[in-house]
């Protein structure tokens, strides 16, 4: 049994923790434990003191404000001492403040300035004769440390003071603080560049600071706000706080428009609660508010205690940092494949929320905190971002933990998890396979600029997975109007027993009990119901009478039109990694088939102008997943999709589709098109280059270190199945691509069109294709080169400047007539 440690020895122990946290917060910007902790330890450390008084000593960091100064910058010793205030975490602690002040002064109703409590760092600026001359942190209260320049960098803080009347010397009291989208904004930037990420916003503002060099300063958006005053030499301030608020707003400062002068502890409460219920909304971090005494003379009549006022306290919101443990840590995998470790952790209450999962971003951020299973947290939860795990408190690791580490494979579909050379973020390459990416997937490909599936909305898709009734894209082109009618019928229930009801009007009376009663059975308040009531049969006549049957009606017939469709929408609508519109477009172009594309060797895409190795790789890891064959393969199935304008590739490319070109584009340095045609022609085949020795590519009239290269290039994984098949498949795919060479010139072949304002009979998009499907190049802004402007109504300064450049305008109408002669 551990004894009991004596009060002197437990004031011993609490006063060295302390130090130790005061050091790692005020003097190296970082926190060891969260606030909640420290404050637990002051509030201890205050109580015994309370009740022993022998103990207390002159030192004691109860009587002390905030750290030294770290001997970095210069010393300010401050004209007026920069106090802290004293915390009140109950309504009880609030209304004894209240009541201390009542007895004192004596004089009724009692009015306070009310403000938001920001956490940054304190800082005192001091302006003489209306210029900003010196800023200093607050130290030790007495002696802070002079941060001029790097407060020059703060463009909140006036450097000049607007307006007059300001007296000779002015100090103005304030927190300087990064707002949440500045601290979000510089994180993401860190984690994609794997620079130093901040642990919150506080530190962000503290660590900018106090960095030597104030460009830093400039390059994280700092803010301020003032909130007081110190020394004032020659010149009145208003004799009211909030009067002196609104003065110092005159000049120039930004004042928080939260501030507002409340009376009696009612006032205060209801402040507190409406600061609270903003608090997540709000654009940057508070840990509380602050109450003041608002009449300055009633202030003077109070005076301080040892290290802060007993005019004024700071009223404590739940804490939005608290240590907890970490469980485990998984994978999530997100709607587009990214795999992002999430922190299974002890549950722990932070800023009035339980929370038990934390993300910890990616793998990078995971190395650079070092976080294991085990280990004693830091998580942080502020607005509506998701709780994060923003430290490791390094002295409470267990023995025997490890490292993390990414695994091979999607914990979702088993594909592998593979993350491309400088990218933080690494993907499950299941693509249209794996369940987690599915809905996303579906909603990609029904997408307007897709297939162009229009009425099918992200929660019908939803409910759809959900259901078990669409599990890939192609399950959407055998979806029946009874499956569409009974969807619409369960999204638009608010619970099993109004469904039950619905389905009973809807469904003939033979056969519908059992549906009746398994929906009845479902549990309303499982979020999954909808699902589980759409997976019932539903193979019965609908009384369609009673049915609103247009928005289904309307849905197969756009799911009808999808059916036939070009290979550039096709190519687009699978989701490919990297493969835009415009990428879609030029594959579409120069292979013209859908057959070639998906069984090409992945480095012959590099053949395609404007697409690099990035493109080409993604493109072969799509269609390396043997899921997504099958899914392509289910597409083309019985016509489910058609595609209307496949054509022979393109004759250049067609001559650079064989074993040599692969050669070429794996970029081995030193092999030339050149040098690879006579290494095939000297080996023959694909099997005996895999065979071959490196003396033998020397033989075959490589250099020797193009030779090595190539060795080394053969013996990497993955090369060696990729020639054999570039061999095997080249010629089979060639023989059967189409054979008709590309489509004709249309007739606007050269033409460069611009469409401006509204149409009516057609969307821009849909003119924009039929317009270059007779060869024209749909350009967005009018120069001397464009050929026509059709205009829609309300065109504005494109039409103008075609006018004005000469250039011919069409109507729609004239468009409409030209499409229906050309098309
Ligand atoms: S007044 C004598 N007002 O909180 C009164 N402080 O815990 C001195 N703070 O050092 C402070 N917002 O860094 C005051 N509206 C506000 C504040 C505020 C944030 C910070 C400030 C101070 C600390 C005390």
């Known amino acids: 049994m551990p004894m009991t440690p004596s009060p002197a020895e437990r004031v011993d122990d609490l006063r060295r923790q302390i130090a130790q946290a005061n050091r790692a917060y005020h003097e190296l910007d970082e926190a060891q434990i969260p606030d909640v902790e420290y404050d637990r330890l002051v509030r201890e450390l205050e109580a015994l003191e309370r009740e022993h008084p022998e103990l207390v000593t002159a030192d004691s960091p109860t009587t002390q404000v905030g750290g030294r100064p770290s001997g970095r910058f210069a010393e300010v010793r401050h004209a007026l001492p920069m106090l802290s205030l004293s915390n009140a975490f109950s309504d009880e602690e609030v209304a004894d403040f209240v009541r201390r002040i009542d007895e004192r002064l004596k ?93 919150n916003p506080r530190n962000g503002a503290a660590g900018s600071l106090r960095q030597l060099d104030p460009k830093i300063s400039a390059q994280r958006r700092l803010s301020f706000f003032a909130y007081g005053t110190g020394d004032v030499q020659g010149g009145e301030l208003p004799d009211t706080h909030s009067g002196t608020l609104a003065q110092l707003r005159a000049w120039g400062f930004p004042v928080s428009s939260l501030s507002q002068v409340v009376e ?62 970490v469980e485990a840590i998984e994978i999530q995998i997100g709607r587009t494949g990214a795999a992002t470790p999430v922190a299974r952790l ?162 003939p009376a033979e056969g519908s009990g059992a549906v009746l009663n398994a929906v009845l059975r479902l549990d309303g308040h499982d979020a999954g119901w909808r699902a589980q009531a759409l997976s019932q049969p539903t193979a019965f006549e609908w009384n369609t009478k009673k049915i609103a049957t247009k928005w289904a009606d309307n849905l197969i017939a756009a799911i009808d039109a999808s059916r036939t469709t070009t290979l550039e929408r ?158 095997q498949k080249l010629h089979e795919l060639l023989a059967k691509a189409p054979q008709q060479a590309e489509q004709a010139a249309g007739v606007l072949e050269g033409q460069t069109v611009v469409l401006t304002g509204t149409l009516s009979a057609l969307t821009r998009d849909a003119a924009k294709e039929r317009l270059e499907a007779l060869g024209a190049k749909v350009a967005g802004s009018v120069s001397k080169k464009t050929s026509f402007v059709v205009a829609g109504t309300e065109a504005g300064s494109k039409l103008e400047k075609a006018q004005s450049l000469g250039v011919a305008v069409w109507d729609e109408d004239q468009l409409l007539a030209f499409l229906a002669e050309h098309e």
């Not at 007296?167 to 620079?195: I, Q, S, T, W």
């Not at 300055?296 to 939005?320: D, E, L, N, S, Y």
């Open 107 to 199: 004089r009724g109703t009692l009015r306070f300035s009310a403000e938001p409590k920001l956490d940054g760092l304190a800082i005192s600026l001091r302006y003489e004769g209306g210029r900003f001359v010196l800023g200093a942190t607050r130290g030790d209260g007495s002696t802070g440390e002079d941060v001029t320049a790097n407060l020059r960098e703060v463009n909140d803080i006036p450097k000049q003071l607007l307006g007059s009347g300001w007296p000779d010397v002015l100090e103005v009291r304030g927190e300087v603080y990064m707002a949440r989208a500045d601290f979000e904004a510089f994180n993401a930037k860190a984690r994609l560049h794997g620079g130093k990420v901040l642990a």
């Open 264 to 325: 009696g502890s009612d006032g205060l409460l209801a402040y507190y609660r409406s600061i609270g219920g903003q608090r997540d909304d709000l654009a940057f971090d508070i840990d509380g508010v602050v109450y003041k005494l608002d009449d300055r003379a009633g202030q003077q009549a109070m005076g301080f205690v040892a290290r802060a006022p007993r005019w004024a306290i700071a009223h404590k919101f739940p804490a939005q940092e608290q240590s907890t443990t």
């Open 346 to 507: 002890a549950p722990v209450a932070v800023a009035g929320v339980i929370v038990s999962n934390a993300t910890l971003h990616n793998a990078d951020q995971i190395a650079r905190l070092d976080v294991r299973v085990g280990d004693s947290v830091i998580v942080r939860r502020a607005g509506d971002v998701i709780p994060e795990v923003v430290s490791v408190i390094a002295d409470r690791r267990p023995a025997g933990t490890t490292p993390w580490q990414m695994p091979a494979h999607c914990p979702v579909c088993g594909s592998e998890i593979l993350r491309e050379e400088g990218e933080a973020v690494w993907r499950c390459s299941g693509g249209l396979t794996c369940p987690a990416q599915r809905k996303e997937a579906i909603a990609h490909f029904a997408s307007r600029r897709a297939m162009d599936i229009d009425g099918l909305g992200d929660k019908y898709i939803e409910t759809l997975v959900d259901a078990g009734i669409v599990r890939g894209v192609a399950d959407l082109y055998r979806l029946t109007r009874d499956q569409l009618l009974h969807l619409k019928l369960v999204l638009d229930a608010e619970g099993p027993s109004e469904l039950a009801a619905a389905l009973k009007l809807h469904l």
């Open 570 to 727: 096709l190519l687009f609508a699978l989701g490919i990694e990297h493969v835009g519109e415009s990428t879609a477009k030029a594959l579409a172009v120069w292979f013209g088939d859908l057959e070639l594309i998906r069984y090409l060797p992945w480095p012959l895409f590099k053949r395609v102008p404007d697409i690099g190795g990035e493109v080409a790789r993604s493109l072969g890891h799509f269609f390396e997943q043997a899921g997504n064959q099958q899914a392509i393969d289910q597409l083309l199935q019985a016509g489910q999709v058609r595609i209307r304008d496949a054509h022979a590739p393109s004759a250049k490319l067609r001559e650079g589709l064989d074993l040599a070109q692969v050669l070429v584009e794996a970029e081995i340095p030193g092999i030339t098109r050149l040098r690879a045609e006579k290494l095939v022609a000297a080996l023959t085949t694909a099997q005996a280059v895999l065979d071959a020795e490196h003396g033998q590519f020397v033989n075959a009239g490589l250099p020797e270190d193009t030779a090595r290269g190539l060795a080394a290039w053969l013996d990497t994984d993955g090369h060696g199945p990729l020639l054999l098949l570039a061999e």
